[in-house]
C-alpha cells in the first residue's frame, strides 16, 4: 500500500531547528511533487511548503517563509523540511503528501498521505 512516512520531529525550544524527512512507503518519490502540510490542535490543517519533481521550484506559507527550507534528494528518495527559528506557534502535527505540480499547497488533490510527526515547540 502507497503511503508516505514522516519522521524527525520532537520537542524544541523557541528559537531552535528541527529537520523534517519525508519518505515513500511501496513506490518512489521520484517525478513526484512533494508538499508539507500541518495541523494545529483546534485549527485546520494548512500547506506549509512544497517542492517540485526536478526542477527546484518551491513554494511556502506566508508564515514560514525565511524560517523553512525544503529540499529533496532524489538519490536517497527523501524530501526534507529544514525548520529554524521555529515559534510556539509552528507547534502542529506535520505530514507530507503527493501534491499536484500546479498548486503545492492544494490539499484536495493531494496523495498518499503519512501518519504525520509532531512537533512541539515551547520553553
Known amino acids: 500500500q502507497r503511503h508516505l512516512v514522516e519522521s524527525g520531529g520532537g520537542l524544541v525550544q523557541p528559537g531552535g531547528s528541527l529537520r523534517l524527512s519525508c519518505a515513500a512507503s511501496?513506490?518512489?518519490?521520484?517525478?513526484?511533487?512533494v508538499g508539507w502540510f500541518r495541523q494545529a490542535p483546534g485549527k485546520e490543517r494548512e500547506a506549509v511548503s512544497g517542492i517540485s519533481s526536478s526542477d527546484g521550484s518551491t513554494y511556502y506559507a506566508d508564515s514560514v517563509k525565511g524560517r523553512f527550507t525544503i529540499s529533496r534528494d532524489n538519490t536517497k528518495g527523501r524530501v526534507f523540511l529544514q525548520m529554524n527559528g521555529l515559534k510556539p506557534e509552528d507547534t502542529a502535527v506535520y505530514y507530507c503528501a503527493v501534491v499536484s505540480p500546479m498548486d503545492y499547497s492544494d490539499q484536495q488533490h493531494a496523495d498518499y498521505w503519512g501518519q504525520g510527526t509532531q512537533v512541539t515547540v515551547s520553553s
Open positions: 511501496g513506490f518512489t518519490l521520484d517525478g513526484y511533487a
